[in-house]
């Protein structure tokens, strides 16, 4: 394995409850970092100050506002060299020892890698019962699959991981809980000057830039070597009226952003009839159970001329053929 150059960034949003578990699986790690890099949105200066005593090996970036998961990422990937490849983290992911010397080892062997990710299983989000307590490891994401309705899952979520997943493969996307992208990857993607986009502000931005990578000719891993533990704040099965107003305003948002900068049109065209169904049972959903949501689609309005002009980059960057890319909506 050549010597590799990685930036380790964490993206914080007021969970300092987790982030020294966070930062000691980092120091643990047997391919050590370049550096860590901590950018802390809207920046709760006591809490902040505290970590910064604790780990002051770790560069810091205090922010006034909430940035959002785009833009601490973009901040990020501007503060780090040119030269180093950036590993995200959120704060509440616990990484095996290897976790990171195992994504740089597959994505070292890959050329065309631009974003590799590992086997992440739930953890014990009351951390008293230890990594599980008494129960199986249940899987948290062992990376996205995409369907021809063009839904989204973290494939494997919610199931007992008895190795079905055990497998290095090519994967549509990475979740960006904890994924390495490739510092060529994103400045090929990047497009006025950000390589997340900001209008997304959080939620799907993972999935909207592996679909633009993979548009380029870059491909995702999926490497189960590398593992680790998710306290995930909110899991597929749970009541959808307890998730956050703000987080479910975001993602049908986003999805339609997706769809506009990405989709092609020999696969819109193919897929048509599983879109249209679930538009329609998503709308029906809003109209019916969370009206409040329209502000959603209503606000695309205000996102399309800029979702437009970025499109049009995009299919003129595009190297990935429909038939390559068809292959990944299942």
């Known amino acids: 394995m050549t010597d590799p150059r990685v930036a380790v960034g964490i993206i914080n949003y007021g969970d300092y409850r987790h982030l020294p578990a966070c930062l000691d699986s980092v120091k643990r ?8 890099i901590l950018l802390d949105n809207q920046s709760c200066a006591d809490e902040i100050d505290r970590i910064g005593r604790a780990y002051p090996e770790v560069q810091i970036l205090s922010m006034q506002e909430n940035l959002g998961y785009s833009g601490g990422a973009n901040r990020i990937i501007r503060e780090a060299d040119r030269g180093e490849d950036i590993f995200l983290l959120n704060p509440d992911v616990v990484l095996n020892s290897r976790h990171l010397e195992e994504l740089v080892r597959a994505m070292q062997s890959n ?4 974003a590799a990710g590992g086997k992440l299983v739930l953890g014990d989000p009351d951390g008293d019962r230890g990594l599980y307590g008494d129960r199986s490891p249940r899987l948290d994401t062992t990376g996205h699959l995409i369907f021809r309705s063009r839904r989204v899952i973290d ?5 007992p991981d008895v190795g079905q997943y055990d497998t290095p493969e090519e994967i549509f996307s990475v979740c960006g809980a904890a994924v390495l992208y490739r510092r060529s990857m994103l ?24 679909w633009r990578a993979q548009l380029f000719g870059w491909t995702a891993l999926y490497h189960p070597a590398a593992t680790a533990q998710h306290l995930r704040g909110w899991k597929r099965g749970d009541d959808r009226r307890r998730v956050p107003w703000v987080r479910k305003y975001h993602s049908l948002k986003n999805h339609a952003l997706m769809m506009m900068k990405n989709e092609l049109p020999a696969l819109l065209r193919r897929d048509s009839l599983h879109i249209l169904r679930l538009g329609t049972c998503a709308m029906a959903y809003v109209t019916l159970m969370e009206p409040a949501l329209w502000k959603s689609v209503m606000d695309l309005r205000q996102y399309w001329p800029r979702a437009r002009h ?3 980059i995009i299919m003129a960057r595009r190297r990935a053929s429909a038939d390559r890319m068809g292959r990944w909506f299942a």
């Open 29 to 36: 790690q047997t391919l050590p970092p370049d550096r860590v």
């Open 111 to 114: 050329a065309d890698a631009g």
């Open 155 to 159: 494939r494997g979520h919610g199931e």
């Open 187 to 210: 400045e090929d993607v990047r497009i006025d000057g950000e390589c997340f986009d900001e209008e997304f502000f959080a939620y799907k931005e993972d999935v909207d830039i592996c």
């Open 310 to 312: 970025k499109r049009g």
